[in-house]
């Protein structure tokens, strides 16, 4: 029998030299006259470790990473194909802390298939959510939705079945499920995993969306920067489709829907759903006012599901094991899980999949080892670039959406981008600005031009004129009640949370403790 | 002007997804992948194609940051400028490229190498994060910056 390799094929593998370290191992089987079989699987999520590869041995899968080519002959030479010692040994994949302390619903095949094979996503589960709602009817399938008390996972956290239900119920010759793919904000890669390492579970979600709605063409919108994750969906609706898992009778259910990826060309704000679907429909990436919401009138004007990336993989757990036991994880009305991202200036950076409730403490220490600095951590920007900066008095509030909203701020999407003592708050306030000025559709003005006076504003603030303090907040004030969207709409989140926090480093004198 | 070739090529792509709901951003990333950029001359053929008005199409294109107006050097630098790296040292690194390419962005002073900012790649956990001529990389400081430019200059 021919020796099992694993090496991921996602991106952040690749950009740490994955396909180098393939090759290698191939050339020094050869030498060997060892025979291996080489799986090029999706990431485990364990980043400072990758490129991480992985023996199958009789004891399991055993791990060895970061692995750089010119340490394969090494590898070898210790006989690591058979799990021997090396100092790059992380151990049994099972018995690595940081991931059997997870709770992996939605991420469970991650690292552990190959992203495209339909055979393995059949024998980890696939397809099973699908066959499941194949044989309930529509309503039944909502329900099961509304049941699970899935939110949306892109950071409104608005409740998936009550959206799936409103397109259900509307009359339409079309209707249309559209999958937000375009991950824009700093700070998250969860979408992009599931597009490289776990695509068929995107394209379950989907077709029981379609199925549950009555829809039978589908888009997935997919950012421009995301090339490796177009080319893998792609594929895999070719497979897909090909197996009778898509197409026109959906496993001889009688039932159609297509699907097609739409690629993004590096705008921003089409991550704000209307701006997307203007986007797919071939248009500028302007904001559409609402009502009418897209629920009702959507793509091409018609009925439309559009949910996340993760909201979408999260429901075919939810159809094949039932909605109670996905609504049994999590705390207060966040069901579930949440595929955290622990990003930036952290020691351990990772996708950890945990249930609503954990907090930001035990993210970034217990799973993330502290800074990778070795200072001290000063902010965390939760929830992207639109979300608050958090200083340390609320890292031991429990991760759910109204326990943060209780205290101004948002989980969002679960990005966490850790900065630490030497980070400039005022600088990433200004930052905040001017990405919104460079980002900004330009359909609303406080958005379009309060962006690029707040850079001023902040600007005045820093050259010592504290008068523009009260400016600046007015300035916030306007673009969080008068745009249009979010992008404007929630800019002044990172810019009054570093304000009220960290005033000192805009030059002001800490001011008591207001809200953020 | 397009010469008659590109011309052709332009409009045979244009004819391949005319049809598909929403076509002109797929036409324009055919377009891009075929060309390297959209020339300007291109757009009455794509509007009249599609039924538009030639400033509905300018429109678009120059909405989109990922579309080009004109050719790329032959070599393409793209550094991520997001919170992630910022927080692992972006800035510096932008800053080490913008000096060692003689640049504030944009061609470098021998036309070699276009240096672009970028806004996630989605490597957050390994930043700071770039793009060397369509390659990622991650955990970048200014000696791997200098080796990989270095590289890919030679190998162009």
Request: proline share 5%; hydrophobic share 40%; glycine share 10%.
């Amino acid at each position: 029998m021919s020796l099992q390799i694993y090496v991921p094929r996602d991106s952040a593998a690749l950009a740490l030299g994955a396909d180098e370290v393939a090759t290698s191992l191939v050339a020094q089987a050869r030498q060997r006259g060892l025979e291996i079989d080489l799986v090029r699987n999706s990431s485990r999520g364990l980043f400072w470790l990758e490129p991480l590869v992985e023996v199958q041995t009789p004891a399991g899968r055993v791990a060895y990473g970061p692995v750089a080519p010119e340490d394969v002959a090494g590898l070898f030479d210790a006989q690591f194909h058979t799990g021997a010692d090396h100092r790059l040994k992380q151990g049994r994949v099972d018995d690595i802390p940081y991931l059997n302390q997870q709770e992996r619903l939605t991420f469970a095949r991650m690292g552990v298939t190959d992203p495209l094979s339909l055979a393995d996503y059949e024998a980890h589960e696939g397809f099973a959510g699908l066959r499941r709602a194949l044989s309930l009817n529509a309503a039944e399938v909502v329900q099961q939705v509304l049941d699970s008390g899935l939110r949306g996972r892109g950071g409104a956290a608005f409740p998936a079945g009550i959206k799936w239900k409103t397109v259900a119920a509307a009359q339409a010759a079309q209707k249309y499920v559209v999958c937000n793919a375009d991950e824009g904000d700093s700070g998250t890669y969860s979408d992009r995993m599931t597009l490289e390492g776990d695509p068929f579970m995107l394209i379950e979600g989907m077709t029981i969306a379609a199925i549950a709605t009555g829809a039978t063409q589908g888009y997935i919108y997919i950012r421009s920067e995301y090339p490796h994750a177009v080319a893998v969906m792609r594929e895999a609706i070719g497979r897909a489709t090909a197996a009778g898992f898509l197409g026109a009778d959906i496993l001889q259910s009688g039932k159609a829907f297509h699907l097609e990826v739409r690629k993004a060309a590096g705008a921003y704000v089409c991550g704000e759903e209307t701006a997307m679907l203007e986007s797919i429909e071939g248009k500028r990436g302007v904001v559409r006012a609402k009502p009418p919401i897209p629920a009702l009138k959507g793509l091409f004007g018609q009925p439309t599901v559009i949910n996340n990336v993760i909201t979408f993989a999260s429901v075919p757990i939810i159809l094949a094991r039932g909605a109670d036991f996905y609504k049994n994880y999590g705390v207060g009305r966040s069901h579930g899980t949440l595929p955290f991202q622990l990003t930036g200036n952290v020691k351990h950076g990772g996708l950890i999949e945990k249930a609503f409730g954990i907090t930001l403490r035990q993210l970034m220490f217990d799973f993330g080892g502290g800074s990778a600095s070795g200072r001290p951590i000063k902010a965390v920007q939760v929830g992207g670039p639109l979300g608050a900066y958090v200083p340390e008095k609320y890292w031991d509030v429990p991760m759910d959406y109204e326990a943060y909203a209780a205290v101004g701020i948002t989980v969002g999407h679960g990005g966490i981008v850790v900065h630490d003592d030497t980070a400039d708050l005022s600088q990433l306030a200004r930052y905040a600005m001017e990405f919104c000025a460079i980002e900004s559709c330009g359909k609303c003005t406080p958005c379009r031009i309060g962006s690029t006076r707040g850079v001023e504003v902040i600007d005045r603030l820093k050259s010592g004129d504290t008068k523009a303090e009260a400016l600046l907040r007015d300035l916030c004030d306007t673009m969080t009640h008068g745009s249009l969207c979010a992008m404007g709409g929630l800019t002044p989140n990172p810019v009054l949370s570093a304000l009220n926090h960290y005033p000192q480093d805009f030059g002001l004198c800490a001011t008591g403790e207001p809200h953020v | 002007m397009l010469t008659e070739t590109t011309r052709q090529a332009v409009q045979s792509l244009v004819a391949a997804k005319k049809h598909l709901p929403g076509a002109l951003l797929p036409i324009l990333h055919d377009i891009q992948d075929a060309l390297g950029f959209i020339p300007a001359q291109a757009l009455g053929d794509i509007a009249q194609a599609l039924n538009l008005s030639r400033a509905e199409v300018h429109g678009v294109v120059s909405f989109y940051h990922f579309f080009r107006h004109e050719p790329a050097a032959p070599q393409v630098v793209q550094i991520c400028r997001a919170e992630a790296c910022q927080s692992m040292g972006a800035d510096a690194l932008w800053a080490h490229a913008c000096s060692r390419l003689q640049t504030q962005g944009g061609r470098s002073a021998d036309g070699a190498v276009t240096l672009e900012p970028v806004y996630c790649l989605g490597l957050c956990s390994s930043s700071p994060a770039m793009v060397v001529n369509e390659k990622l990389h991650a955990r970048v400081d200014a000696d791997k910056f200098d080796r990989l430019v270095a590289a890919a200059g030679s190998a162009a």
